[in-house]
């Protein structure tokens, strides 16, 4: 039975998850085209491109730097499955160079002949220079360019100051490699740049890195903003997006025999003289793979900060890296395989300098430790630890801690190399298909109810920390409304006892007046009924006429 990738997607949970947190259109693209000459550096950017040409329906699209276009005729091809009105048009001399590589005119004839087959009706290759070239278009008038020359400083940002003139306000610049950083490749540099001078960009990690630029105020649509405009949670998931999707189609396009894709998902390939023999193992040769270990540094994880060792599949090995500058800012990352694999850690264990341990855990210990991201899923046993690596981009992170000097991170693991599409592995994430054996069915379902319980746990935890949240402000304004009716409760006390001394000293003062009245009273009714007051009548008034004269 063959999964197609619609319907497989549909029920990814990982796609699901990042869909239902950003509102972003889950991607459907299979593209016609598939790593063309043997090469696939822009592969996982493909569904992207045709979204993003969606929901901006250029009229005029313009690439710098085409090679066997990967890229470009995901452009086409979006242009024609969806009817839209665009012209495309291919700038490049297809000679190659230093970072590409050097070629002969078996490129560029495949390149003609696939145009003529499928585009030739609106997408024109203009085989010459990038300077010599501007003159062909009018300021302002390219929707999207994608520039993908030269990966120098000086070269990148030439050909990005010289055509970012031809780009009308509001229009879409795509930037290839910005996260390379080997040898003198300075897009990177470049893009930082770019960051701080304009205010709409967006990065891809993954596939050596895709920037996304608007160059400044212009027609846009909710979708956009979203785009450009989202918290980092959210730029995450749209991440997560893409970067999965890309190792679905890997699975789907390059894992399985070509007798068992779909006609319609055929995948158009370079002529046979230009894709290179694959190379045969030696029968005695073990199959090995990559454990590669990075550091948390001002980008992120990069290439230039990380560390890898070789192990041989199928063997339980001890590895140690050594970090003598620390660990950077937030956790180790481990990306432990190359391949579709199972991968056991057996014990993983941190130690400073001075050989102290700052963190150590073993077996299913290290399921409660480690955090899986990208195209790895932890599958939780009773007595081990075993992470899935099912894509391009399996991502384990440790616990971060807050050691600033020298590190070794020491790891006993195994890693078992598996057929993601006929070992029924790819049916347990995306639940497509049943599986032959019963212990891969238990393993199924143990993931599903591990999934189930999951999403119920975080809805909990969510719904709990809400509802702590809602108390915790309900308390905090009972409380302050509390205080201030206490101290409304203390400043009328205190007018109260004002008052009530107010009203005893005023009732002491009447008091007292009244006592001093009643006693000057008496002392007058006393002179008045006195015999020398009636005796002296005839003298007070001789002396009162006397007075009134």
């Known amino acids: 039975m063959v999964v197609s990738v619609r319907g497989a997607l549909k029920v990814s949970y990982e796609i699901q998850e990042a869909k239902a947190t950003v509102g972003w259109n889950m991607p459907t693209f299979v593209p016609r085209r598939y790593h063309p000459g043997g090469m696939g550096t822009w592969s996982g950017h493909l569904a992207f491109a045709h979204d993003l040409i969606m929901i901006i329906r250029p009229k005029l699209i313009v690439e710098l730097g085409t090679h066997w276009g990967e890229s470009y005729f995901t452009f086409c091809q979006t242009v024609a499955q969806d009817g839209l009105d665009s012209i495309c048009y291919a700038i490049d001399n297809w000679r190659g160079e230093e970072h590409s590589g050097y070629y002969g005119e078996e490129v560029f004839a495949d390149v003609v002949r696939y145009n003529e087959q499928f585009y030739r009706s609106f997408s024109y290759l203009l085989r010459t220079d990038f300077d010599e070239s501007l003159s062909k278009f009018e300021n302002q008038s390219i929707d999207l360019l994608h520039i993908d020359g030269l990966h120098t400083y000086d070269a990148g940002s030439h050909d990005f100051r010289s055509w970012i003139p031809k780009v009308r306000p509001g229009g879409i610049v795509l930037l290839h490699d910005i996260c390379a950083r080997h040898v003198d490749f300075g897009i990177w540099q470049l893009w930082d740049e770019l960051k701080a001078e304009f205010s709409e960009t967006f990065e891809f990690h993954h596939s050596w890195g895709l920037g996304v ?200 693991m195994r890693v078992d190399e598996l057929d993601l599409q006929s070992s029924g592995i790819t049916a347990v994430l995306l639940g497509a298909q049943a599986l032959a054996d019963a212990e891969c069915s238990a393993l199924r379902a143990e993931a599903m109810l591990s999934s189930s319980e999951r999403v119920l746990l975080e809805a909990e935890v969510s719904r709990v920390a809400t509802e702590r949240n809602q108390a915790w402000t309900d308390m905090t304004s009972a409380r302050a409304s509390l205080n201030g009716m206490a101290d409304e409760v203390n400043r009328m006390a205190d007018e109260v006892r004002k008052a009530e001394v107010s009203r005893k000293e005023a009732e002491e003062r009447l008091e007292g007046a009244t006592e001093k009245y009643r006693k000057e009273h008496a002392t007058l009714e006393s002179v008045l009924q006195s015999k020398s007051w009636r005796l002296t009548e005839p003298l007070r008034r001789i002396m009162l006429k006397m007075r009134l004269k």
């Open 213 to 412: 630029l608007r160059n400044g105020e212009g027609p846009g649509s909710p979708e956009l903003k979203t785009f450009f405009s989202s918290a980092p949670s959210v730029e995450q998931q749209i991440r997560k997006i893409y970067s999965i999707y890309a190792s679905h189609l890997d699975n789907l396009l390059l894992r399985v025999e070509p007798e068992a894709v779909p006609e319609s998902l055929i995948v158009a390939q370079a002529p046979s003289a230009a894709v290179a023999e694959p190379v045969a193992q030696a029968v005695d040769e073990p199959a090995r793979t990559t454990v590669q270990v990075y550091i948390s540094g001002p980008d992120a994880y990069s290439e230039d900060k990380s560390l890898s060792q070789v192990i041989e599949i199928g063997t339980k090995t001890h590895i140690a890296f050594v970090f003598p500058d620390g660990i950077g800012s937030g956790p180790l990352r481990i990306d432990p395989a190359t391949c579709g694999s199972m991968v056991e850690f057996m014990s993983m264990a941190l130690h400073s300098a001075e050989d102290r341990i700052l963190w150590e855990a073993q077996g299913a210990e290290l399921c409660g430790n480690l955090l899986c991201s990208g195209t790895s899923a932890l599958l939780p046993q009773q007595n081990r630890c075993l992470v899935l690596s099912y894509g391009a981009d399996p991502q384990v992170i440790l616990p971060k801690l807050t050691e600033t000097g020298a590190v070794r991170l020491e790891i006993t």
